[in-house]
């Protein structure tokens, strides 16, 4: 079953077609939170495509939880958040500091991995959780660098509504950006992965 299905499950070969909220005629007004998530994902060059039959939620931003956007399938029992963030400020600092030894700072082309590994233990209390390598062919789907995902155990939260597994996804591409996304369910099964693939095509880096 997690065979990297991800990042949100093997695309289709033939997604559906997915409306952009921002060109679709008669679309409500769009709110302060996706105006604020395409001004981040603007920054860290990712483009964000509202997929169909999704509905927009509140995604938690406080100490324990940071993220930017939510959306959720009505009636399904499932939903994803979304965290991006721009490193270019960071890889500019990072390239500065190269010739002092003494301010030398990590190559945030990694950061990605301990935003993971952050996450995962946040959401499940400890290490009940397994990790996989994003494989390449889903990379490209995605103009990525790198990639890890993260299938969980989720502790009993009231945050994340008491839902019991997640699949959290990172992505990165190298001297620009992350993208972290987390999918909720109550099962593991084929219909998790189903769901998935509705936004599989949703997110992603520009080439």
Known sequence: MFCITPVFAQMKRHPAKQKRVTLVKNSPAISTQLKEFQQNTAKANVTFTFPAGFREIKAPNNEDFSFDYGMELPGKEFEIWFQVKS?????????RSLNNNSSRQANPDS?????????????????????????????????????????????????TKHYKYALLITLQK???????????????????????????NCIKFKP
């Not at 270019?88 to 990072?94: L, P």
Request: aromatic residues 12%.
């Open 87 to 95: 490193q270019k400020e960071n890889y500019a600092s990072y390239q």
């Open 111 to 159: 950061l990605y991995l301990g935003y993971g590994n952050a996450h995962a233990v946040a959401f499940t209390g400890g290490r009940d959780f397994s990790i996989r390598n994003i494989p390449d062919r889903i990379l490209a789907r995605y103009n990525a660098d790198a990639g890890k995902s993260y299938l969980l155990n989720l502790l009993d939260l009231q945050v």
């Open 174 to 200: 190298d001297q620009t950006g992350t993208i972290l996304a987390i999918c909720f369910a109550n099962e593991k099964g084929p219909e998790f992965f189903k769901n998935m693939d509705r936004a599989s």
